[in-house]
Nanobody, 121 residues
């Protein structure tokens, strides 16, 4: 049974940092592309980082580039998202999922419950 569980969210002041974890089970992270997505209140889910674990290539939109870093620990079958210099607009529910970094967000899955990140200004 393929599962991904995001954790590590919380309340942080603007300018602060958080590290999210995505624990995977039922498949091997090292053979997969894993993406982080977030959904802000009233907005659609958006992709914010993706890693191709076969060659280590990472992808990020300009909105988070230089602030967020995606990485993997293959021994732990876990993917991380280090978030620095957080802004109020980073607030949302963060999800991790399996798909293809060059593919469509709609083709990622499963989604799990996500973890809430709230940045106070």
């Amino acid at each position: 049974d393929v599962q991904l569980q995001a954790s590590g969210g919380g309340l942080v002041q603007a300018g602060g940092s958080l590290r999210l974890s995505c624990a995977a089970s039922g498949f091997t992270v090292a053979d997969s592309d894993i993406g982080w997505f977030r959904q802000a209140p009233g907005k659609e889910r958006e992709g914010i980082s993706c890693i191709n674990n076969r060659d280590g290539t990472t992808y990020q939109p300009t909105s988070v580039k230089g602030r967020f870093t995606i990485s993997s620990d293959h021994a732990k079958n876990t993917v991380y998202l280090q978030m620095n210099s957080l802004k109020a607009e980073d607030t949302g529910v963060y999800y991790c999922s399996r798909g293809l970094c060059h593919g469509r967000a709609a083709d990622f899955g499963p989604w799990g419950q996500g973890t809430q990140v709230t940045v106070s200004s």
